[in-house]
């Protein structure tokens, strides 16, 4: 069974402009959850997904969305990119039959803001 | 609110030597407890946790943790370490629940553990 898939898997942009990235839950599973990894902050809960359904949302600025497909894909936004944003964006999902918490990571999405 | 700390930022140890990897939290309630590992370049993958029950805990690639809750401490440990086990750790506790199922994870600052040949 194939694992989670984000793309893209590196990506530099510019201030000021936007980003989407893309993530492909394994087959079957409906819950999907984003997080944001950095040096400084660590890692950082951005927003949970499930049947495209915002469950969960973190901490984050406005700029910062998300939303999921009727197949339980999901896609993150980020608009007017700010130089802070640059870090690795993992995407993980659950099996609804697995335990709470039990969650299966992507090798994530790599942005770096110029 | 819900937390965990990693008091070492890195922890050495040689190999076939025990290991462990400190972690405590401060929670509401019953805690549901998790490990992580991160190898470079990829992502998390699931160690192990801990929900109820025995408060020793198996998983996978031989890790085990010990649940204690009066020191509220949730250990990770190995008998005999491997230069494989190389990696970053993170320490995770689920969310308080408020009415609504979540699977939001709060996890620790991470500890690098590096084995040594």
């Known amino acids: 069974k194939a694992g989670v898939t984000q793309t893209p898997r590196y990506l530099i942009k510019t201030r000021g402009q936007q980003v989407t990235l893309s993530c492909s839950p394994i087959?079957?599973?409906?819950?999907v959850s984003w997080y944001q990894q950095t040096p400084g902050q660590g890692l950082q809960f951005l927003f949970e997904?499930?049947?495209?359904?915002?469950?969960n949302k973190g901490n984050f600025p406005g700029r910062f969305s998300g939303r999921q497909f009727s197949n339980s894909r999901s896609e993150m936004n980020v608009s007017t990119l700010e130089l802070g944003d640059s870090a690795l964006y993992l995407c993980?999902?659950?099996?609804?039959?697995?335990?709470?918490?039990?969650?299966?990571f992507g090798e994530g999405s790599r942005l770096t803001v110029l | 609110a819900q937390s965990v700390a990693q008091p070492e930022d890195q922890v050495n140890v040689a190999e076939g030597n025990p290991l462990t990897v400190k972690c405590t939290y401060s929670?509401?309630?019953?805690?549901?407890l998790f490990w992580y590992v991160q190898y470079p370049n990829r992502g998390l993958q699931f160690l192990l946790k801990?929900?109820?029950?025995?408060?020793l805990v198996k998983g996978s690639y031989g890790f085990e943790a010990e649940f204690n809750k009066s020191q509220t401490s949730f250990h990770l440990k190995k008998p005999s370490a491997l230069v494989s086990d190389s990696a970053l750790y993170f320490c995770?506790?689920?969310?308080?629940?408020?009415?609504?199922?979540?699977?939001?994870?709060?996890f620790g600052t991470g500890t690098l553990l590096a084995v040594q040949p």
């Open positions: 087959s079957g599973h409906r819950s």
């Open positions: 997904y499930f049947s495209e359904t915002q469950r």
């Open positions: 929670v509401s309630g019953n805690p549901y």
């Open positions: 995770a506790v689920r969310d308080r629940d408020y009415g609504g199922a979540t699977n939001k994870l709060i």
């Open positions: 801990y929900i109820t029950g025995d408060n």
């Open positions: 993980a999902s659950r099996s609804t039959s697995g335990g709470p918490g039990e969650l299966f």
